[in-house]
């Protein structure tokens, strides 16, 4: 079945710097990389995700990559602020199969 | 509601006791997943429903374990004869159409201490 890695499992950084997170996946067939951010507490909530048909994807201070042939996709946030705390799970699942795989999280440390 | 509803936030039992878990999807949205969070992983597949019937329960650890989702709405996860082992955060998602590649919503969790 698939099996989704997912690195560093802590990152520390200061306001304003870059955050990259990435993920590897063994199923070839995946086709759907959502990103979940998980406040303490709450529910994974999506903030992007990316389908294997589009290479990179951007939503003002986040943005997915891809690689399908390598079979990793990364997370990157960009100017970093205090409220991006939180830990971030990578998933994948395809066309036909119900179920999202996830990785085993990164927690985010931005500080002030 | 807005989104996925789950209740109770947390529920502590004895160990040998009956659970029940309620997840309330948001409406129109007709397949339901339940998945396990223990602490440190991320959430892991448990059972998905399309309609009333479950569609694949691959995810469910053993036969102490029963969901269902008898009009296709509210869900109900159902632990038997509960273990500390199986303390964790439940956690239910909703999809408005059984996609794989489409978001799934999830809702807040349920924390399940067994003691």
């Known amino acids: 079945g698939e099996n989704v890695e997912q690195h560093p499992s802590t990152l520390s950084v200061q306001e304003g710097d870059s955050a990259v997170i990435k993920c590897t996946y063994s199923?070839?067939?995946?086709?759907?990389f959502p990103w979940y951010k998980q406040e303490l507490g709450k529910g994974p909530q999506l903030i992007i995700d990316i389908r294997s048909n589009v290479g990179e994807k951007k939503d003002q201070r986040i943005a997915v990559t891809l690689n399908k042939t390598a079979k990793h996709f990364s997370l990157h946030i960009t100017e970093t602020q205090p409220e991006d705390s939180a830990v971030y799970f990578c998933?994948?699942?395809?066309?036909?199969?119900?179920?999202?795989?996830f990785g085993t999280g990164t927690r985010l440390l931005v500080s002030p | 509601g807005a989104g996925v509803s789950q209740t109770p936030s947390n529920k502590v039992t004895e160990k040998g006791k009956y659970v029940e878990l309620r997840c309330d999807p948001i409406s129109g949205h007709t397949a339901l997943y339940w998945y396990r969070q223990s602490l440190g992983q991320g959430p892991e597949f448990l059972i998905y429903f399309q309609g009333t019937g479950a569609a694949d329960d691959s995810g469910l650890p053993n036969d102490r374990f029963f969901a269902v989702r008898p009009e296709g709405s509210v869900s109900t996860l159902k632990i038997q004869r509960t273990e500390r082992g199986d303390s964790a955060v439940y956690l239910c998602?909703?999809?408005?159409?059984?996609?794989?590649?489409?978001?799934?919503?999830f809702g807040q969790g349920t924390r399940l201490t067994v003691v």
């Open positions: 199923d070839s067939a995946s086709n759907y």
């Open positions: 998602a909703s999809r408005f159409k059984p996609a794989g590649d489409t978001e799934a919503f």
């Open positions: 998933a994948a699942s395809r066309t036909g199969f119900q179920k999202l795989v």
